[in-house]
């Protein structure tokens, strides 16, 4: 059974409960992915599928190869099964995988910051603005004692290269599947930026479904 | 695909058309305790955002000499009904300068239209 699907990142917007409270919504579009490869225990080592997402205009052709006739893919992402794959090669994957209600985990590659101090990268206060500071506002501080032990601990967190990396986001709700246009409203915010590829999965922890909040019994006075 | 495309933002037909400057009043339902009930807000509008899911009017009087704001968004389901008493003639989008001014100060800078535009 296929847990996964590949999608877009198109954009945050808000949604009106009927309570009135405001809903926070990720919507992807996901899908429809093409199987084109099947990988076994028995061959690989492993079980998994290879999904397809996205019409390419051209591909080298090693690629092209591996493709047959199942079209050209833009993307080609592995998705690993915890049993033996049960579709075929050709197969489609929607979002109809996903229910509302349903937790999903995505991961994206995350928006580059380059090279980022600390104050941007690990939150660090940085030195005080007045009382005679020079050139300290947004310094580290010390890194480490001196001649004993001599040398800067390893790992110690420092200014350097952040973002436009893999980043995983758990648990999101699925607030809406419309497989009609393939779209996923997701709660909550997920990594990357717009037009990002997403790698959607159902979350290992599925919640069960919290029950409806009980309704103040209240007089309308009329809509 | 752009998001505003995607996700189509219904217009609250309940609501008309505000604009800056103009008196509006405002029912809307809360919760208290677990009673509903419905309360009024009076005010000059001071903005207005019109754009997307979030799109809001901010409304401003002043209460017992202390200024009092409240931003109602346009699509919440709370809103029971929103009425424009004055429309104002103003040559601003966002009257924040209103903020700085005080009793007929305040007052002038909102003047009603013409008889026959405000039906």
Excluded: W
């Amino acid at each position: 059974m296929i847990k996964g699907i590949l999608g877009r990142k198109v954009g945050m917007t808000q949604l009106f409960t009927k309570e009135g409270t405001v809903e926070v919504v990720t919507v992807v579009e996901a899908g429809p992915c093409t199987v084109t490869q099947i990988k076994t225990a028995a061959k690989e080592g492993y079980n998994a599928v290879q999904l397809g997402f996205t019409a390419a205009k051209r591909l080298n052709g090693p690629e092209k190869g591996h493709l047959g006739k199942l079209g050209l893919f833009k993307h080609l992402r592995e998705f690993r099964l915890d049993e033996a794959p049960d579709v075929e090669v050709g197969h489609k994957v929607d979002v109809t995988l996903f229910q509302p209600g349903d937790l999903v985990d995505v991961s994206g590659l995350s928006k580059g910051r380059g090279f980022a101090g600390v104050v941007k990268r690990h939150h660090f206060a940085g030195g005080p603005k007045t009382h005679g500071q020079s050139d300290r506002h947004r310094a580290p501080g010390a890194i480490g004692s001196g001649t004993t032990p001599g040398h800067i601990v390893k790992g110690l967190r420092m200014a350097g290269h952040m973002g436009n990396q893999r980043v995983t986001v758990k648990c999101l709700e699925v607030v809406k599947a419309d497989p009609d246009r393939n779209l996923l409203l997701l709660k909550g915010a997920v990594p990357g930026a717009k037009d990002g590829l997403l790698e959607i999965r159902k979350s290992k922890k599925q919640v069960a479904k919290k029950p409806e909040a009980a309704k103040p019994e209240a007089k309308k006075p009329g809509k | 695909m752009d998001i505003k495309t995607v996700v189509e933002t219904k217009v609250n037909e309940n609501i008309p058309k505000i604009n800056p400057g103009d008196t509006v009043k405002v029912k809307m339902k809360i919760i208290e305790g677990d009673q509903e009930r419905s309360q009024t807000f009076e005010g000059v509008a001071i903005r207005v955002r019109r754009s997307g899911a979030g799109a809001n009017f901010t409304l401003r009087k002043v209460f017992h000499g202390v200024g009092v704001e409240r931003t109602f968004p346009f699509n919440s389901p709370r809103l029971e009904k929103v009425e424009v008493l004055r429309y104002g003639k103003v040559r601003r989008a966002k009257l924040h300068y209103l903020r700085q001014l005080s009793g007929k100060m305040a007052r002038q800078k909102v003047k009603s239209k013409s008889k026959d535009e405000l039906r």
